[in-house]
């Protein structure tokens, strides 16, 4: 591959797993023990409140008891030194990016340690537990807040800067996803379409990677360190 001017990094749950955080769900629909339609999608929000903020309050306790791993070491490191621009987008809730260095993170499914509140838009970080009668710290309707999370019939976050970004690489990125959720799976033939160079850093071949230039597996904790000494050497 030529020397890139722009990246798009775009990471999924695999950077994260060996960190010890699950991936967001089995082949059967169920995370940690509970269908998906309870605890990530708006209408199970509605139905029951109280469960999915006990759901969120644990996994974002969790987050205290793991700590980023090699591979997000790696990519603060790269954010850091790399010359030309970079843009750095996960799938991921969790904080690990943050925390291994990077200071310039796209979320675009959400973060656990934010919160926004459904009456008024405002959005803050949250750290400690919520519940069906949380005050909004703005406007102060109990009730209001959720977890600043994109479930299931939402739409992701900053799509428009996101693919804009990727219209503009020279270099898209892919690591530790499934290539099975849209539209994140759809970023590497966006980035194909205009011309980018595509790579696949990933434990096995994804559900997308015959769609990448080139495709590495391994486990992220050996692949993406090599990959950045290679790309700031």
Known sequence: MTDPSH????????????????????????WENHPIE?????????????LVHRFYNLRRAALST???NAAHIALGRLQDAF??????VTQNVDDLHERGGSTD??????????????ACDHRWEQRSDLSPTTPCPACRTAGGPR???VWFGEMPYQ??????????????VSIGTSGAVYPAAGFVHLARTFDAQTLELNL?????SAAFDEARHGPATQLVPQWVNSILS
């Open 147 to 149: 977890p600043d999370i």
């Open 204 to 208: 096995e071949a994804s559900q997308g």
């Open 66 to 68: 793991v700590e980023p």
């Open 105 to 118: 993170v796209i979320h675009m499914h959400g973060e656990l340690l934010s919160a926004f509140c459904t």
């Open 83 to 88: 010359q030309g621009q970079l843009t750095l």
């Open 38 to 50: 309870q605890v990530a999608t708006p209408e199970g929000f509605a139905k029951d409140p109280e």
């Open 7 to 30: 990246i798009v990094i775009l990471t999924g749950a695999g950077i994260s797993a060996e960190s010890g955080i699950d991936t967001f769900r089995d082949a059967g629909g169920v």
């Open 159 to 172: 799509m428009r800067r996101l693919e804009a970004a990727v219209q503009s690489c020279d270099l898209f």
